[in-house]
């Protein structure tokens, strides 16, 4: 497998995996590590520079991001997940746990994110998977 560093002083070491064309790494924000996957074409710069920075774009707005799609999640999530834990889509939306930031660095037109939450307790090993732009906000909601 052949792999490339790119070091960033916002987010910090970055591997570029030449064989699965993704851009992964991790960051830490407020205490938690998150993960982070990003694919590009590696034929392209660009989708590696589109990555990087739509990377950076997303994380300068973690703060304000973060609550807004997890109440997204809680009020996206199963109604039977809802009924069996008896918590509202607030409570569970508290309970969310932010786990890896993906975005993809071949699309152009908006700043583009997946956010994966989850919450052992809650959902055992299943994540939240929440997608979007910061220029439509969240757009999609899926289990997985």
Do not use: W
């Amino acid at each position: 497998m052949r792999t490339f560093e790119i070091n960033d002083e916002i987010l910090g070491d970055l591997e570029l995996d030449a064989e699965s064309s993704v851009l992964n790494g991790s960051i830490e924000k407020a205490g938690k590590v998150i993960g982070i996957v990003s694919e590009v074409d590696l034929t392209k710069q660009s989708t590696i520079d589109r990555a990087v920075d739509t990377t950076k774009a997303v994380f300068s707005k973690l703060e304000e991001l973060v609550p807004a799609l997890s109440l997204y999640a809680g009020e996206n999530i199963p109604e039977e997940i809802k009924a069996a834990s008896g918590l509202s889509a607030e409570q569970i939306a508290d309970l969310l746990e932010l786990k890896v930031f993906g975005s993809d660095g071949r699309v152009s037109d908006e700043t583009t994110y997946t956010f994966y939450f989850g919450n052992e307790e809650l959902l055992d090993d299943v994540l939240i998977e929440v997608s979007g732009s910061l220029e439509k906000g969240p757009k999609g909601c899926e289990i997985g």
